[in-house]
């Protein structure tokens, strides 16, 4: 069983930078990781996602150039770095794995609680 717990939201104004890092229970090597955000009344969406070695990474069109997904499966880390902020990053960003099979049938076995992330215009 996998515990995730993520740490690093906040307040920042547009153009911003924040990281957020996501710390796993459990080892994370077999399984793909993720970010997800979710904004209130909607569906929680992708925003990056990092194959078990991290030689694969997948990024959201929205965020691809700002934001970078890294994982540390030593240390049993996964890291968003979010620069270039924007408003409508606005939302409680959720870390997420799987196995990579069910990673790409959409099915993320493991959530963390999520943290908040706010840009002021």
């Known amino acids: 069983q996998v515990q995730l717990v993520e740490s690093g939201g906040g307040l920042v104004q547009t153009g911003g930078s924040l990281r957020l890092s996501c710390i796993a229970s459990?080892?994370?090597?077999?399984?793909?990781m993720a970010w997800f955000s979710q904004t209130p009344g909607k569906e929680r969406e992708l925003v990056a996602r990092?194959?078990?070695?991290?030689?694969?990474?997948e990024y959201a069109d929205s965020v691809k150039g700002r934001f970078t997904i890294s994982r540390d499966n030593a240390k049993g880390t996964v890291a968003l770095q979010m620069v270039s902020l924007k408003p409508e990053d606005t939302a409680v960003y959720y870390c997420?794995?799987?196995?990579?099979?069910?990673?790409?049938?959409?099915?993320?076995?493991?959530w963390g609680q999520g943290t908040q992330v706010t840009v002021s215009s």
């Open positions: 990092v194959s078990r070695r991290g030689e694969e990474l």
């Open positions: 459990g080892g994370i090597s077999n399984y793909d």
């Open positions: 997420a794995g799987a196995l990579p099979w069910r990673a790409n049938l959409k099915i993320w076995d493991y």
